[in-house]
């Protein structure tokens, strides 16, 4: 089969590799759609402690069983299915309260084990156990089952922020997860969606996706016009999917007293960022971060692409063969688009 190794920073290649065996307790996958996440692109860019080269990274999966071992009943091969990212040890406290997303192992698949940029994925008895496998609809296509990892993680950070109907929201960075949010924020009520971005093509595509306002940083004093917007009040919730230290402080500064703020993007590599917690004292913000989702949130985000709740296929402007997984992050990192997924098995 063919996989697209990561071989050292910045240094992918496309290699045979021999068909992978199973043992009793896995599932071989055949994977049809793999997303390019922003962590993906972070470990391209700079590493990661957790992985050791080389590695097929890559965790927004979804694909078809083709083999399972014999002690595995829940999944037959044809079953279609999209994947969770992460693999729970079962066992430490974290785990115990339905948290794997927090397990202390923190496993993930594309880590510590193989990942999705290849033909066929093993899924290891762990993940089989105790990671997030959902069946997708028949009428839901690889493609989109592949942003059920990528969304899980956006309905974590609105529960956290706890988002509601009729507030006014902010979101900085329209990148696919952005886009994402703003399409949910709609979508759960939000009377007035404000989207910060620089680059001409996503603010047209947060408009696509439905923000009634996109405000340019290059052009608008962010804080002024969000205060027009909002009678000089500031945001019921901020949402901050843009890695910058500057707008993690800015945030804290459009938000209206009693506001909430998230951040979704980690910083890296890591950066001191002094904020002004004199924001969150007198205006009584609920800051809150969010990283990953549990199971049961990612089986939420699989109904809600099974049922078209909102229009994913907005969110995936470039598709690319395994051979082109190169241009795909290529692509990613120009942020020329929102999500790239590259699709395995097409030839
Ligand atoms: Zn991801
Ligand atoms: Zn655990």
């Given amino acids: ?25 896995e599932i071989l996958l ?7 996440c922003g962590s993906d692109l972070r470990i391209y860019n700079h590493g990661d402690d957790r992985i050791h080269y ?6 927004e999966i979804a694909g078809e069983v083709v083999d399972t071992g014999d002690h595995v009943n829940r999944f037959k091969p044809g079953d279609r299915v999209t994947l969770g ?40 008895k762990q993940f089989v156990q105790n990671g997030s496998i959902q069946k997708i609809a028949d009428t839901t296509s690889y493609e989109l089952a592949s942003l059920s990892e990528p969304f899980s993680c956006v309905l974590s950070g609105l529960e956290e922020v706890d988002a509601k109907p009729g507030e006014t929201a902010v979101v900085y960075g329209a990148g696919a997860i952005g886009c994402m949010y703003i399409a949910a924020l709609k ?14 093509a996503r603010q047209h595509k947060a408009k696509e996706c439905g923000a009634d306002v996109v405000i340019d940083p290059s052009l608008t004093d962010t804080a002024e016009r969000i205060s027009d ?13 843009a890695p910058s230290a500057l707008v993690q402080r800015e945030s804290l500064e459009i938000a209206k007293t009693t506001g909430k703020v998230l951040y979704f993007a980690g910083i890296k590599p890591v950066t001191e960022n002094p904020i002004n917690t004199n924001h969150i004292i007198y205006k009584q913000l609920k800051l809150v971060g969010t990283h990953g989702a549990p199971r049961q949130l990612h089986m939420e985000a699989v109904k809600w692409i099974d049922n078209g709740l909102l229009d994913f296929s907005a969110f995936i402007t470039h598709t690319f063969p395994l051979e082109k997984t190169d241009k795909a992050f290529q692509t990613a990192l120009a942020k020329e688009g929102l999500k790239c997924v590259v699709k395995p098995s097409q030839v």
């Fill in 1 to 25: 089969m063919h996989a697209a190794v990561l071989t050292g920073k910045q240094q992918l290649e496309l290699q045979e590799r021999s068909y992978p065996a199973i043992n009793l307790d």
């Fill in 187 to 200: 979508r759960m009520g939000a009377a007035n969606v404000i989207a910060v971005q620089r680059s001409a």
């Fill in 85 to 124: 990212a992460h693999i729970p040890c079962g066992e430490c406290i974290y785990c115990q309260q339905n948290m794997g997303h927090h397990c202390v192992k923190g496993h993930s698949m594309g880590y510590q084990v193989d990942g999705g940029f290849a033909e066929y994925v093993v899924l290891p």
């Fill in 54 to 59: 080389p590695r097929v990274i890559g965790h």
């Fill in 229 to 241: 917007e909002t009678n000089g009040l500031g945001a019921d919730t901020v949402i901050v999917t």
């Fill in 30 to 36: 055949k994977v049809h759609a793999i997303g390019v």
